[in-house]
């Protein structure tokens, strides 16, 4: 390894390079969920092939097809850049996930600076995308990049997998990673993904994230919408019916209700609380960006346990019942609830959907009602959990230990990213999420930034 | 009364000139809801002031103020018009409230005809207006020429208050009434409104309105929204608290859970409910136009009592959650849901704001939830109940009996009418709802109609 402080000094001295690099790809609107900024995404894929075609590397940009959209028009998805460095089988083949896509952002949203001219203020390199995700990608490609330029051998092949739709759902990316197990992904060793933040200024690694089943529960009634004044009293409303059944679905200490969830949970082992406890998180600061003034739990072992290894159960709101400002006096005909829970090992989706719709029907038939319950279930992803004893961890362990000379946290993420899991149930692969972001980032906020 | 078979055979010989001038008023598309059509609103008010000028009668447009839009602009209201036809202090003065503006209506909504074009399909004259309430002002106009073209002098005064912004809250018209309480209203000794219909085919009168007491319910937790997966099971979620508050208002039977509501009501008494047990009412037609399979009752007096002399509860929608197609993964940060209480007397809508707010900060407090709960009343109608032995009513009963060789039945309105009140309250005068629309002449809906 002595070429590792060549490596580092390689890295100080060109960080000004990397920032402006930074820059050229933040000031590209890529947008993947606004359908007018298609033509920039398009040009986010192209600059992204082009960097990693002028280091030298096997690049492909691959057709994943069309998207439908509402109104019925069919446009190109953009495609997805697979990229290759070295392929010599004596060594582990490596593969680092990312994406170039951004949420949307405006200045009048409240940010301080123009989100896509990345603007540095006190070492934090603010702008949309800084930190989801074009800053850890363009980490990886300048570490490979700065291995050439050393003309030092690459330890491992390196290939990465470049998407421009993680933002609305990688639209597209299932299908192609399925058609390519048995090409690009073949000789796949490890698959890392740095889509994901620190929990706290400490670093760490994450080896799960939790799935989730989305819900829909329909109640119709009247044929039409009718005035609460001329027919209230006489017809037994969908709405009542609806809020009569959701408020059976979690109690007001955050206990889900259904028979059947809570017992399916992996239970919760003296290791794992142990290494919780261990976890630097300021409950403080988490409750003041929050905003609120009281959590669920008031401890930290019990705060981060509900956060990522326990489901929990989110009511989203109602489509079809009145939702503007202002009042109306109407009876909505048929409203639709949506709400999801959060899915941990050992869930099976299956198993929840079937629990949930048993369980709101049989609470809907004692309220004797005349009106029509439909329960469907529209996502079933399931959690993501990779084992930390595994070599690809003792890696990053020891890479995070020699940069920070800290060890990282182990962390998981409430959230779902199906990806992960996709990857691990096609590939067979183990998968290694490596935040380069900060807790503080504010991923899908104003004011995104990536600190220098 | 030897003039009547003089005046009835003038009516029917001009059956077709009042139809042309129905066609002329219901092809001006005096939606009040839309700016756009202001114009047209204003046109039909002049129209309006001109039929009954050219009648002779001392006419004045009442500039009644201005109407500030929700962007800021400010428009001018459509002006009211009075009219007066005889000043004999010997004479009763009797005063014929209607309205010349319209629902919104689009061929595109699913009518069979265009709305503002009547077409004649079997006696059904369609077109939007029609009924609601264009043919019913017109008879009361074409009734003093009939006695004007004849001759005959009227039996009383008579004055007409017609207004345009009745479809949208009769902006500025309590404003008016007060203003001219000791000037147009001081000789007034009844007032007539024909803006309602008849239960069934049998003709009525309406001797009763229901109030109505309209809520916001707002919860508010977080600063701003929050993404389910990376803080769901760490939160005290506003939606779960919202949904929990809104089931403790009404029991799946229909009953108001709200301490106090119940009691403050005029008990049913014995020649209530015989009154009830005669009307003429189709509980088979009903369900069948609602398009449900069960009523809340199945009698007709529970039936009918529920919808006219009872409070109801109706839960119309949540405002801040997530109410759009699709799925989204948010927990709202606040969220305002909407709710209204029909108020029927002994009702007060000052102690049912505090019934219901006192209610509803109970059971929150028992849900120990850090977020905040704001309860407001937006709206706070009382309702309208005329006494049905007055000279009034019996004028109206002799009239129904003269013209269809029947009794009426005596009916109330579920909904709120609230310039019944108001005139009540202003005037002290006694006022009689006059039908003369049919029970399925489709007010507010597609293809309303008015027969011959």
Redesign the interface.
């Known amino acids: 390894m002595s070429f590792l402080p060549k490596l580092t000094q390689f890295v100080d001295n060109h960080q000004e390079e990397y920032i402006e690099a930074l820059r050229q790809w933040v000031a590209v609107e890529s947008d993947s969920s606004d359908i007018t900024k298609r033509p920039e995404l398009h040009r986010m894929m192209d600059m992204t092939a082009e960097k990693l075609r002028l280091m030298g590397g096997k690049v492909e940009l691959v057709d994943i097809g069309k998207q439908e959209l509402t109104n019925g028009d069919v446009i190109s998805l953009p495609k997805v850049v697979t990229a290759q460095f070295g392929n010599d089988p004596s060594k582990d083949t490596v593969c680092v996930y990312g994406h170039v896509d951004v949420q949307p952002a405006k200045i009048e949203d409240g940010w301080a600076t123009d989100p896509y001219n990345l603007t540095d203020i006190n070492g934090n390199l603010y702008g949309r995308g800084a930190s989801d995700n074009k800053a850890p990608v363009l980490a990886w490609i300048h570490a490979v990049e700065a291995y050439q330029a050393l003309n030092i051998d690459l330890p491992v092949n390196v290939k990465f997998l470049i998407e421009g739709m993680e933002e609305t759902g990688s639209n597209g990316l299932d299908a192609m990673i399925m058609a390519q197990r048995e090409t690009f992904f073949s000789d796949v060793d490890y698959i890392v993904i740095s889509d994901c933040g620190w929990l706290s200024k400490r670093p760490a690694l994450t080896y799960g994230t ?1 799935g ?1 089943c ?1 819900f829909f529960a329909e109640i119709e ?4 919408d ?12 969908p ?3 609806l ?2 059944i ?2 059976t679905l ?1 109690s ?1 200490s ?1 206990t889900i209700l259904i028979p059947g969830i809570r017992e399916a949970v992996a239970p919760f082992s003296d290791e794992e609380w142990k290494m919780y406890q261990d976890i630097e998180f300021d409950i403080e600061n ?1 409750k003041e960006k ?8 008031s401890n930290k072992v019990d ?1 981060l346990a ?2 990522w290894r ?10 079809g ?5 202002g ?6 005909a048929k409203v639709t609830a ?1 709400f ?1 829970i ?1 899915q941990v090992p050992n869930m099976d989706p299956a198993v929840v959907k079937k629990q949930v719709t048993d369980y709101l029907h049989s609470v809907f038939a ?6 029509k319950l439909k329960v469907t279930m ?2 079933g992803a399931k959690p993501w959990l990779a084992d930390t004893q595994h070599t690809l961890y003792e890696a990053g362990k020891a890479a995070v230990k020699r940069v920070f000379n800290m060890e990282p946290d182990l962390i998981r ?4 990213i199906p990806i992960a899991r996709t990857f691990q149930d096609v590939t067979g692969k183990s998968i290694i999420m490596l935040p380069i972001g900060g807790f503080d980032d504010g991923l ?2 104003q004011n995104e930034k990536m600190s220098r």
Chains 1, 2 share one sequence.
């Open positions: 939790r989730n989305y009634g009247p044929k039409q009718l005035h609460s004044g001329v027919y209230g009293g006489t017809v037994i409303e709405m009542t019916d809020i009569g959701l408020d979690i007001p955050g988490y929050i905003g609120i003034s009281q959590l669920m739990y705060l509900h956060r326990y489901p929990t159960l989110s009511i989203h709101g109602i489509e019942a009145f939702s503007a400002p009042s109306k006096t109407v009876i909505p949506k999801s959060r004692k309220r004797k009602s005349p009106n529209i996502i993420e409430g959230g779902t899908h906020s």
